[in-house]
């Protein structure tokens, strides 16, 4: 009758800490889980396109910007200021040929 009694007791301690581990688990692993930490949103900073004037000073990066838009990896207004650009330079270049200059 002892033996029976002893492993009623034993069984309920098991029932108990069982209970008990999985009830207190979240509060045990919580303060040692990893925290995952995250970097405040910063604003996103758009630079304007650059302007006309800009690639009529910069021949050069106003055609590589041209070729790019092209090929679809440069896409807004800086496309349609570089090629404005290039034109309009390429049309004073024909002019000053045309005149003998």
Known sequence: MIQGKALIVVLIALVIGFGAG???RPIVIAPNAPI???APQLPQVTAEPRGKP?????????RQVVADC?????RGD????????????EGRDRFKRFLGN
Do not use: D, K, W
């Open 36 to 38: 995952a930490i995250t």
């Open 70 to 74: 092209t090929h679809g990896s440069v």
């Open 54 to 62: 800009y690639f009529a000073a910069r021949l050069e990066e106003a």
């Open 22 to 24: 999985f009830a207190l």
């Open 78 to 89: 800086e496309c349609s200021n570089a090629e404005q650009a290039v034109v309009e330079a």
